[in-house]
Nanobody, 130 residues
Framework: QVQLVESGGGSVQAGGSLKLSCVASGDVWDSYCMAWFRQVPGRTREAVAAFDSDGTTKYTDSVKGRFTISKDAAKNTLYLEMTSLEPEDSAMYYC????????????????????????WGQGTQVTVSS
């Protein structure tokens, strides 16, 4: 199990920017899948961005062109840079991780934007006002 600690949330005006960080315990990058999710009270948790097993990135449609997921292996840190924020982006943001799994074609695979991750952080709140 990996420990995840998020930070960087806050309150901003619409159009503003925030950069979230997620520090992971241990050296997880070689065999772990990482992603960002968000959740509004009373609603289903939603995937925001994720790394695939080959290092490519995936985004939910509503954040494409505005959010960027990145990582710094030397710092064991996952980032989510958010620009042009909208009130609809207000939510608790969670970092998620899990070991990759072996796909039927024999290649390593990640859950991507599916809510199938095992380890979760405690979340960091993002509030965007209009």
């Amino acid at each position: 199990q990996v420990q995840l600690v998020e930070s960087g949330g806050g309150s901003v005006q619409a159009g503003g920017s925030l950069k979230l960080s997620c520090v992971a315990s241990g050296d997880v990058w070689d065999s772990y899948c990482m992603a960002w999710f968000r959740q509004v009270p009373g609603r289903t948790r939603e995937a925001v961005a994720a790394f695939d097993s080959d290092g490519t990135t995936k985004y939910t449609d509503s954040v494409k062109g505005r959010f960027t997921i990145s990582k710094d292996a030397a710092k064991n840190t996952l980032y989510l840079e958010m620009t042009s924020l909208e009130p609809e982006d207000s939510a608790m943001y969670y970092c998620a991780a899990d070991f990759f799994f072996w796909a039927v074609d024999g290649h390593p695979a990640c859950p991507g934007l599916y809510d199938k991750y095992k380890d979760w952080g405690q979340g960091t709140q993002v509030t965007v006002s209009s």
